[in-house]
């Protein structure tokens, strides 16, 4: 079963990755699209998930949990950066499970703090537009390293900006400005981000 999540591609729609983690926690059938939404956004949540896998009788009250049905949304709506709710879960399922396939690890401070420092001196650092991306915003604090940029996203694509730096599998969709070959972060472009934006 956890083959099943693991073989998830960038490519899988979201339909396809709510099957996937509904194959992965024993249901058999696609989980709902807002459990999928509310795994990514709240850890713990996510955690609770995979405790109570193969047991139908916990996972439903998660499912049926009040905070999980804040996650219904409009999710075809294009937004002012182009992109609709439904891109932007789906590259944050696939952010998710890429998550999931690097053992739930988050990046270590050093590389925190730079790619948090290359967000906030980005002119791509915008307010979030949507409700979705209100929704997975995270508590502004100046004097922590990983929420100084608040609930801010970026404007090329979409992610809430404080959660995407955290994780190891994620990278800047923008090319550094003065090194050739590097995003903005200081770090290597891939070629599935720079293709993908």
Known sequence: MIKELLEAKETDSFDELCVRLGNFLGI???????????????????????????????????????????????????????????????????????????????????????????????????????KLQKLVAVKLDKERVGRKTGDKTCKICGCNVSRKIKLPGESCPDSHPAIEGMTRWNEPQRVSAAVAE
């Open 28 to 130: 058999g059938k696609a989980v709902p699209p807002k459990v999928l939404l509310r795994a990514i956004d709240d850890p713990p949540f996510a955690d609770n998930l995979i405790v109570c896998r193969n047991t139908p009788g916990f996972l439903q009250p998660l499912f049926d949990d009040p905070k999980t049905a804040q996650y219904d949304g409009d999710a075809g709506k294009k937004q002012e950066n182009g992109k609709s709710n439904t891109e932007l879960i789906t590259k944050a399922a696939t952010a998710f499970l890429k998550w999931g396939k690097a053992g739930f690890s988050t990046v270590d401070e050093a590389t925190l703090e730079r790619r948090e420092n290359a967000c906030l001196a980005c002119p791509n650092l915008s307010e979030p537009k949507n």
